[in-house]
């Protein structure tokens, strides 16, 4: 059996607000739980989460550990008595609700799953998070159905190039914003049958002509602020909108009429926050449906960067970037 060191290189947020409080450190290798997996990580993904954790908005939930990082892909280095499916030098990639930017982390034997056939350690990294976002969010609590017409903002960041490719896969109509007309067609080859440029169109006007007048399904918006009330009118009748963050505010004055009229749904959700259990049944459902498409290459996270776990601070220089395209990771 292989000894495990006792310490660790992390990623610690040194000080909120920019990049560079990120700072390598060392820390105590953990211990898993009963439940638990112990990753030797291999590559961990970077998220907005992470960015808003930096910044000082979006602190761990309790128990949870105070190092970044919401995704992880590496080999098993121990268990917990209770775990069944892993074993030690098993590899995998699994969602968790912080200790990523490490050399190990622990996760919830549930949270963990099988690295998709034709994967790579560094690519699989860059799955969980995204892809249970969407999951959730877009055919869960959105019911989206194959035939609908789907509209994501932000479609050229990690989430939305998932969702781009899983609503195309699964039969929908697929619109985007994105803010350069170069990032549009980057979007469109993923699927997407319009980018809209938000900066020299209306997405509404945009999407209202080419539905016919009908308006959009279904919308995952992570902007809020002036487009809530945008997207109220983007929406058909029966349509449903999901938010997943608010990075353009979360306060908005909003005529609700619409709502009445046109019978819509808001809802919306946070990941990190859920239960194991909710996270298993998401990850139970993704290995069931999605897992055959990511093994058949139908669909796959775009990948914009690697840097060395010891970078952290120039990956968030890079997500800070509105330029980058799809996933950024950290490799160990």
């Not at 926050?273 to 449906?289: D, M, R, T, V």
């Amino acid at each position: 059996m292989t000894t495990l060191p006792t310490t660790m290189t992390a990623i610690e947020i040194k000080e909120f607000g920019g990049p560079d409080g990120l700072v390598p450190t060392t820390r105590p290798v953990p211990s898993p739980g009963h439940d638990d997996v112990l990753v030797k990580v291999a590559a961990a993904g970077v998220n907005r989460p992470d960015v808003l954790q930096r910044m000082g908005g979006y602190a761990p939930p309790p128990g949870a550990s105070d190092i970044p990082g919401l995704e992880i892909s590496g080999t098993v280095a121990a268990v917990g008595a209770g775990v069944t499916r892993f074993k030690a030098g098993d590899t995998l990639c699994a969602l968790v609700a912080g200790g990523g930017y490490a050399e190990y982390c622990v996760a919830p034997e549930a949270q963990c799953l099988d690295v998709p056939e034709g994967y790579d350690l560094v690519r699989a990294a860059a799955i969980p998070e995204t892809y249970f976002t969407v999951w959730t969010n877009v055919f869960n609590r959105g019911r989206l159905k194959g035939g609908e017409t789907f509209l994501v903002h932000g479609g050229a960041s990690g989430i939305g190039t998932t969702a781009i490719q899983l609503a195309k896969s699964f039969g929908a109509r697929v619109f985007t914003t994105a803010s350069t007309d170069t990032k549009c067609r980057e979007i469109e080859a993923l699927g997407a049958e319009r980018g809209i440029n938000y900066k020299d169109e209306d997405f509404v006007e945009v999407v209202k002509e080419l539905t016919d007048g009908r308006g959009i399904d279904l919308i995952l918006d992570m902007v809020g602020g002036d487009y809530i009330q945008r997207n109220i009118s983007a929406l058909a009748v029966e349509g449903r909108l999901v938010y997943i963050a608010f990075l353009g505010g979360a306060l908005a004055e909003v005529n609700f009429a619409p709502v009445m009229m046109k019978r819509l749904t808001i809802t919306g959700s946070t990941l990190r926050p859920q239960s194991i259990q909710a996270k298993s049944e998401i990850g139970a459902a993704l290995e069931k449906k999605v897992w055959p498409l990511l093994a058949a290459g139908s669909i796959g996270p775009v990948m914009d960067s690697v840097f060395p776990l010891e970078e952290a601070a120039a990956a968030h220089k890079r997500i800070d970037d509105t330029s980058h395209i799809g996933k950024i990771v950290l490799e160990v």
